[in-house]
């Protein structure tokens, strides 16, 4: 039976037809919606590639049923920019080198940008690379990645 979900994606309401009662909110978002920003690493919930916002908040979007999430508000890394205007921690990530390959790039994006939203005055090196601990980075960009995130809070 087909269900339709609304979600508030990037700022614009949809309704999306879902057949599948176990699709995730990572495959809507990729192959219903064609937000490929958001990555499919692991698909268990192990690496963070497909963080997103959901209410402000970040989830892992491969662990997400998509119907559980009808009325919320989704934020991808396509929805940060301002037209040209990158969003700051983009910008810190530029130029902090916090990337190598650039596959986990979204997710540590995503997911700086609700741990500086968390109100975490005053991060220091350690509370960035434990608040970042659920992004994997297979390149090992870490120092980069904590040093952007460090960038942008400043
Ligand atoms: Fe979701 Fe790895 S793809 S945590």
Do not use: W
Request: with cysteine; net charge negative.
């Amino acid at each position: 039976m087909t269900q339709i979900l609304n979600l508030t994606i990037n700022g614009t309401s949809q309704d999306i037809p879902i057949d599948d009662p176990r699709a995730t909110l990572l495959d809507v978002l990729r192959e219903r919606i064609g937000l490929t920003g958001t990555k499919k690493g692991c698909d268990r919930g192990q690496c963070g590639a497909c963080t997103v916002l959901i209410d402000g908040r970040r989830i892992n979007s491969c662990l997400a049923l998509a119907l559980s999430y009808d009325g919320a508000e989704i934020t991808t890394v396509e929805g940060l920019a301002q037209g040209e205007l990158l969003h700051p921690v983009q910008a810190a990530f530029i130029e902090a080198d916090g990337f190598q390959c650039g596959y986990c790039t979204p997710g540590q994006i995503m997911s700086a940008v609700a741990l500086i939203a968390e109100g975490e005055a005053g991060l220091d090196p350690e509370r960035v690379r434990e608040g970042m601990s659920g992004n994997l980075c297979r390149c090992a960009a870490y120092a980069g990645i904590t040093e952007a995130v460090l960038k942008a809070t400043r």
